[in-house]
Every structure is written in C-alpha cells, then in structure tokens.
C-alpha cells in the first residue's frame, strides 16, 4: 500500500496549494496519518443506496416521503449493509423533472420537510455508521430560479451571464438532446429576454454558464454549504455537459470541455473535508475516462461505470461475456485512488447507447420488446425483477454486482425485486414509492392521495412484494442481498486489490482474480441458462486450496495449478485461495 499512501500524500499536498482567498480565515488542516488515508478510501468499499426522499417513506400521512420518514427506516438499512445513502434532489423545486429542475439550492423543499429534519437524518444516520451524499445538480436550475428569473429580466442584470444566451437562434438549435423523441431543441427562445437560452435537458431547466468565474465560486459555495451540514461527497449530475465550453456558436455534437473545473471542485471539497468525494455521472467512452478522474487521481474520486453496465446487460440477454469481459478490461486504467460504480438499475433508463444496433437490438428483444418498455431511441424503463424474469439471473445479477471491480450501488426497491409502472410517464416508471408491507399504501403512507401510485396489481403488487414478507423468508431475494453485502465486506480485495479477467475456455463463463495483501480470490459466473464446465488457472505461489465462501467447502488444485469448476444454469462461485 505504500505506494498508494504516496500518491494520497502529494494529493493532499497538491490540494494544499490552491488559492485559498475565499477561506482565509480557516485554519491549515492537520498533517494526515496513514490511518487517515486509509479512513479517506472508505468509497473503496461500501454499499451505497440510492434513495428519493418523496418516495420513500411518508411519517405525517400527507402521501409525500420526508426525512423523517427516512430517519425511521436507517435501521432497515443498517441491517441491509447499507454504508453510504446517496440522496436524490431535495432542494426546493416546482418538480417537472422529479426534482432535478431546482429552484434554491440552499434549502431543503416544505414537502419534505424542515431543514431541521434534515440535519436530524444527518446526525441518526452517522450515529449508526452510515455517510450521506447528495446530488450536485449546478449543470442547470430550474426556470423558475430567482437568478433565470433576474436574468431574463435585461441584459444588464448581473445574473445574465449566468446563463447561455443567443441573439439568433443557432444553427443547431435542434441536435444534441438528452431526451431525444420527447425534448424537441436546446435552444429555446423567451419573449421576456428577447433572447434563446441554451438547455441541453428540458426547456424549463437553463444551463448555468460554467465559463463564468462568479458561477464557479457559486457553485463551491453550494458545496461548501452541504459539507457544514454534513455531506460526505456528491453524486455530480450530468457531468459532461456541467463542463462543456458552451456558447451561440458551439457543436452540442462535438463539444469542448473545460476540464479544470473538476479539479478546482475536487481540491476544494478535499480542502474542507478531506474524506468526501466526487460520484461522477458520465456515460464516456473509455478512451475519454482519464480526464474525469484524472491523471493522478486528482479529479473525481469515482465515476458510475456505464460502459461495462451496457456490456453486462448484453452478457444477461446473451449469455454472451466475450463483450462483458472486453469492457470490464477497456476500462481498467484508472489511478489506484479512484473506483468505478457498478450498478445494475440507477433512477433513470437503462442506457444501452453505446453498443451496436445489433447488439442493442437483442437486448430490446430479451428485456424490453414492447416500444412502451423503451426510451430516447437508447434504453429500457424497466425495474430489474420483471425485466431478468428469472430468480436464477436475478441472483447471478446480484452476485455479480457486489462481486465486479467496482463499488455496488443499489437503487431503493431493487434489495425486494420491486416491479415497474409502465403508465407513468418516461422514467418515473421505475420511481413508485417503496413497498414496505401488505397494510395500506404498501405501507409507504396513511394518506388518500399518494405522490405516485404504489404498484398494486399483478405479480410485483404490493402484498406479493414488500420489505415485511422478504425479512421472514430466509430464502427471499432481500435475505440473499444481505449476504451478498456481509460478503462483500469480507473481502476488500475486491475494492482495494489487483485484478484480472481469467481464461475460462467458455464463451458463457467470467471469472475475475484479485489480489491483494497476499489474499487471492477468485469470482466465477455462469452466464448460461445450461451447466457449464469451465478452467481456472489462478493458483499463485503457495495457494493450492479453493476454499468456497458460500459453503465453506474446499477444493485441492492439482500439480497443473488449474481446477475444473462445474456450474449449474447460472450458477456461481467466490472462491478464497488458501494454502
């Protein structure tokens, strides 16, 4: 590890360097120990939950989650294995884009509570161990923003240049959406400016200018803000375009980017607190990773791996891992500071923008085969349970995320197989509220008049899917993510060791080994509704015992170092190589 402890040491000192004109009057931080490196890698080796406050759980009965509805449910979480909760928007807001169109990033939003709440849920959830972050949500406000509303107003106000602005409307006024088949432009004009106003997401959502100095220093003023309160990191929303040199003349479709923001804002949030990050939401191809971590590790502490997250939905519909095992590679080289995210369902589609039209049209038949199932011409709106179907993929699913190169996040709902609501408009098909038991409203709320409807009919309805059934049943899909979680504790190989894709002679097979302090594990699995048999070749000086963590039997490798592993249909194994 020494050589990482360096790397964290010049770092830390590089971050010490930076322009401190905005803190003078705060005190240099004390010398960090080897023992505070370590504590500042905590990402390497967590499980995050993904949670929506709204919809949650409601504790006054007015059918809205809140945060004290959340406070009450830590201890369901701690029992999880839940060690980080990443907060969705919960800032004030007008809520057309389910709280991303923010309206005071300074607040906390009446119809989730006070700010008092807030900090209560902070102070109960360290209590038990478990950090919080939230969404950095600076690519844009919402329209109504007191600062877009001062901007529109004339050309002189101090808020104009907040914003990205055109006399004319650019050529490519229509090219470049995110949302493509349901935004119509990026440029939209407003007769009060006299002006069109750039917007990569909806057109009640500006862009804020980035290039501009005064909407930096804003935006580190928001961060340091939610650090005071107790923040350990921040999920950064939409981060290539938070970053892109935006003007009237610009190509959405070839973009610069301004990558020195990033930097500013790591060295800034490791200023005041050395131990929180930066979750980066960025969908890059890999040959683009290394500027979002950074060269040394000095940006973003952890990006969501999208690319591997395409290729590992292909290997489910396929059976296919030749794709898997070739991303999970194109996607090694990042520095030994950072982690990837793997997920298997986040809050929005399943984006399978980056794989072939061949490709993504098996994924489309297997999981998602109705246009209503579909989104943006790239991806699926559907929960994880009834698009995999089967219990079997569904646990080699899991099996799969807390054991890949990466950091597991899950998304609310997912730990109990919650089904989707395909009524709903575009991705709020997979944000219904949280089934808790078979009383009322799941047991989300005692109210008339629910935020959302709770899923109630058919087989992923609330009295066949919920919290309270699963906890009795030790053989239920919520009891087996626990113990997935319990394992993935067990071995920080996994977050803070080496690791290579095996030669398993099978075209259905993944095997990973990682190694680290002398520790070697070895991760298989079938990927094949059919057993297969496949070679492992992993033995290392002195290790010639497969010892298998989820049964604790034990297997002798042969003088040939290979051991031939029988797997059933989906079948798999962690294995611990011992001497």
């Known amino acids: 590890m020494k050589p990482l402890i360096l790397m964290l040491c010049l770092g830390l000192l590089a971050s010490c360097q930076q322009n401190t004109s905005e803190t003078e009057s705060e005190k240099v931080p004390p010398a960090p120990t080897p023992t505070d490196f370590m504590n500042e890698l905590w990402y390497k080796n967590t499980l995050i939950y993904s949670v929506d406050v709204e919809v949650f759980q409601d504790s006054d009965g007015n059918g809205i989650g809140d945060f004290t509805g959340l406070t009450q449910r830590l201890d369901y979480l701690k029992q999880l294995g839940v060690g980080t909760i990443w907060?969705?928007?919960?800032?004030?807001?007008?809520?057309?884009?389910?709280?991303?169109?923010?309206?005071?990033?300074?607040?906390?939003?009446?119809?989730?509570?006070?700010?008092q709440?807030?900090?209560?849920?902070?102070?109960?959830?360290?209590?038990?161990?478990?950090?919080?972050?939230?969404?950095?949500?600076?690519?844009?406000?919402?329209?109504?923003h007191p600062w877009f509303r001062q901007a529109r107003q004339r050309t002189d106000s101090p808020y104009r240049s907040w914003y990205v602005w055109a006399k004319e409307r650019p050529e490519k006024w229509?090219?470049?959406?995110?949302?493509?088949?349901?935004?119509?432009?990026?440029?939209?004009?407003?007769?009060?400016?006299?002006?069109?106003y750039y917007h990569r997401f909806y057109d009640f959502q500006p862009d804020l200018n980035m290039q501009n100095p005064a909407v930096q220093r804003e935006m580190r003023k928001i961060v340091r803000y939610?650090?005071?309160?107790?923040?350990?990191?921040?999920?950064?929303?939409?981060?290539?375009?938070?970053?892109?040199?935006?003007?009237?003349?610009?190509?959405?479709?070839?973009?610069?980017?301004?990558?020195?923001?990033?930097?500013?804002?790591?060295?800034?949030?490791?200023?005041?607190k050395r131990d929180a990050i930066l979750l980066g939401e960025a969908n890059v191809d890999p040959k683009e990773q290394e500027p979002y971590f950074g060269k040394d590790g000095q940006n973003m502490q952890m990006m969501f791996n999208f690319f591997a997250n395409q290729h590992l939905f292909y290997a489910l519909a396929t059976a296919e891992t030749a794709s898997l095992k070739k991303a999970l590679n194109e996607t090694k080289a990042i520095?030994?500071?950072?982690?990837?995210?793997?997920?298997?369902?986040?809050?929005?589609?399943?984006?399978?923008?980056?794989?072939?039209?061949?490709?993504?049209?098996?994924?489309?038949?297997?999981?998602?085969?109705?246009?209503?199932?579909?989104?943006?011409?790239?991806?699926?709106?559907?929960?994880?349970?009834?698009?995999?179907?089967?219990?079997?993929?569904?646990?080699?699913?899991?099996?799969?995320?807390?054991s890949l190169p990466s950091m597991p996040v899950i998304r609310y709902g997912e730990e109990i197989g919650m089904g989707d609501d395909l009524t709903l408009q575009e991705r709020l098909s997979v944000r219904t509220p949280m089934q808790w038991s078979t009383s009322t409203n799941?047991?989300?709320?005692?109210?008339?008049?629910?935020?959302?409807?709770?899923?109630?009919?058919?087989?992923?309805?609330?009295?066949?899917?919920?919290?309270?059934?699963?906890?009795?049943?030790?053989?239920?899909?919520?009891?087996?993510?626990?113990?997935?979680?319990?394992l993935r504790k067990q071995c920080p190989e996994i977050g803070l060791g080496a690791w290579k894709v095996l030669d398993t002679k099978s075209d259905h097979v993944l095997a990973i080994q990682y190694n680290w302090q002398g520790r070697t594990l070895v991760i298989v699995h079938n990927f094949s509704p059919e057993p297969q048999q496949c070679a492992i070749n992993a033995t290392t000086k002195g290790q010639r015992k497969l010892v298998n963590l989820l049964d604790n039997q034990s297997s002798a490798v042969g003088a040939t170092g290979i051991y031939t592993a029988q797997l059933p249909a989906y079948g798999y194994t962690w294995y611990r190589l011992s001497s």
Request: glycine content about 8%; charged content about 20%; aromatic content about 12%.
């Open 87 to 115: 907060l969705a928007p919960f800032q004030p807001t007008p809520n057309r884009d389910d709280g991303y169109d923010i309206a005071d990033f300074y607040g906390v939003d009446p119809n989730l509570g006070t700010p």
């Open 117 to 144: 709440d807030f900090d209560k849920f902070i102070r109960q959830a360290n209590q038990q161990g478990i950090r919080v972050m939230m969404d950095l949500v600076t690519n844009h406000t919402s329209d109504q």
């Open 174 to 196: 229509n090219k470049g959406m995110v949302f493509p088949g349901v935004q119509q432009a990026i440029w939209t004009f407003d007769k009060q400016a006299g002006e069109y």
């Open 226 to 272: 939610w650090l005071d309160k107790g923040v350990a990191g921040f999920r950064v929303d939409a981060v290539p375009f938070l970053i892109e040199i935006a003007d009237a003349n610009f190509d959405p479709e070839k973009p610069s980017h301004q990558f020195d923001i990033i930097t500013q804002l790591h060295q800034y949030i490791q200023w005041h």
């Open 335 to 402: 520095p030994p500071t950072a982690q990837w995210a793997q997920f298997l369902r986040n809050h929005d589609e399943i984006d399978l923008g980056r794989l072939s039209d061949s490709e993504r049209s098996k994924v489309y038949a297997k999981f998602g085969p109705d246009t209503t199932m579909q989104l943006y011409d790239r991806g699926i709106r559907r929960r994880l349970a009834p698009m995999l179907g089967d219990p079997r993929l569904i646990e080699l699913a899991y099996s799969l995320l807390f």
């Open 442 to 486: 799941a047991g989300f709320s005692t109210g008339t008049k629910m935020v959302r409807p709770v899923i109630s009919q058919g087989p992923y309805g609330y009295s066949k899917v919920n919290v309270a059934t699963q906890r009795s049943d030790s053989a239920s899909l919520l009891n087996r993510v626990s113990r997935f979680a319990r």
